[in-house]
Nanobody
Framework: QVDLVESGGGLVQAGGSLKLSCTIS????????RGWFRQGPGSEREFVAA???????YYGGSVKGRFTISRDDARNMVFLQMDNLRPEDTGVYYC???????????????WGQGTQVTVSS
């Protein structure tokens, strides 16, 4: 089993910043890919960012230039730095892990519980 525990969500005003953290534990052998997804009210789960074991990064078009994904393998953690937040960034953010990096939800077998991010106008 692979467990992911997230923290850092909250309420922030437009233009502000938040940093999400995710700690990964359990049987992580060959589980190299890391990703963040989000889901707003009435919306499908949307790709936000991903990072490979080799530190290649990928971003959804709506967050490119504003969000930064990073990883600290010594601490078994992945982060999402979110800057210049907009109200449309509001949603539940999920940390996910995969055997290979991807941008689609079905490519990720392991998921965190989600953390709420709310951006006010």
């Amino acid at each position: 089993q692979v467990d992911l525990v997230e923290s850092g969500g909250g309420l922030v005003q437009a233009g502000g910043s938040l940093k999400l953290s995710c700690t990964i534990s359990g049987r992580t052998e060959k589980v190299y890919g890391r990703g963040w997804f989000r889901q707003g009210p009435g919306s499908e789960r949307e790709f936000v960012a991903a990072i490979s074991w080799g530190r290649q990064t990928y971003y959804g078009g709506s967050v490119k230039g504003r969000f930064t994904i990073s990883r600290d393998d010594a601490r078994n953690m992945v982060f999402l730095q979110m800057d210049n937040l907009r109200p449309e960034d509001t949603g539940v953010y999920y940390c996910a892990a995969s055997y290979e990096v991807g941008t689609l939800p079905f490519e990720y077998p392991f998921w965190g519980q989600g953390t709420q991010v709310t951006v006010s106008s």
